[in-house]
T-cell receptor, first 116, second 108 residues
Framework: GAVVSQHPSRVICKSGTSVKIECRSL??????MFWYRQFPKQSLMLMAT?????????EQGVEKDKFLINHASLTLSTLTVTSAHPEDSSFYIC????????????FGPGTRLLVL | KNEVEQSPQNLTAQEGEFITINCSYS?????LHWLQQHPGGGIVSLFM???GKKKHGRLIATINIQEKHSSLHITASHPRDSAVYIC??????????FGTGTSLTVIP
């Protein structure tokens, strides 16, 4: 099967610091990865689409300077929350596709971020 | 406007009961996912459908393209099925929309 991992699974940081979240496809090459965030008792919201070797495409309302995405290889995408604030506390989930198709996504286990 | 609606929002069932969760959407889609999210947060893709019916163990997913409706059925439910079940659709144009989820609790 297709396995996607995320690291860390949980992180607590102070307000104003930056946090990097990694998303890895363990047994396949992912040309495209997606980053989602989920607030408590709400559904997932797509933040950005990350394509290997090119700039990420951000959804409307997502600040690209605050949520830096790097997809440097076919197995790794990173999301960096810069100058984190308490309102950035959320559950961040990545997914990856083998073939670049939105229809076929494999989800990571998520990263819970708490900003104090 | 593209919309995805799930029902019910919350569902409590006794172990062994047959469970149905519904998903309706407003415009044509290229595919539909049923996802399972456990209390820890991790998401598992249960099914991807573009037509007909799929079965995996005690889980059955159906989709009616004409009626713009999909159902997820769980037969002989078990407490370990307790999770949030999310319907996600891909509208033509590659837009991925998630329903708000159905929180299922199966009581022993």
């Amino acid at each position: 099967g297709a396995v996607v991992s995320q690291h860390p699974s949980r992180v607590i940081c102070k307000s104003g610091t930056s946090v990097k979240i990694e998303c890895r496809s363990l047994d396949f090459q992912a040309t495209t990865m997606f980053w989602y965030r989920q607030f408590p008792k709400q559904s997932l919201m797509l933040m950005a689409t990350s394509n290997e070797g090119s700039k990420a495409t951000y959804e409307q309302g997502v600040e690209k300077d605050k949520f830096l995405i790097n997809h440097a290889s076919l197995t790794l995408s990173t999301l960096t929350v810069t100058s984190a604030h308490p309102e950035d506390s959320s559950f961040y989930i990545c997914s990856a596709t083998k073939d670049g198709l939105v229809e076929t996504q494999y989800f990571g286990p998520g990263t819970r971020l708490l900003v104090l | 406007k593209n919309e995805v609606e799930q029902s019910p929002q919350n569902l409590t069932a006794q172990e062994g009961e047959f469970i149905t969760i519904n998903c309706s959407y407003s415009v044509g889609i290229s595919a539909l996912h049923w996802l399972q999210q456990h209390p820890g947060g991790g998401i598992v893709s249960l099914f991807m459908l573009s037509s007909g019916k799929k079965k995996h163990g005690r889980l059955i997913a159906t989709i009616n393209i004409q009626e713009k409706h999909s159902s997820l059925h769980i037969t002989a439910s078990h407490p370990r099925d307790s999770a949030v079940y999310i319907c996600a659709v891909i509208f033509f144009g590659n837009q991925f929309y998630f329903g708000t989820g159905t929180s299922l609790t199966v009581i022993p």
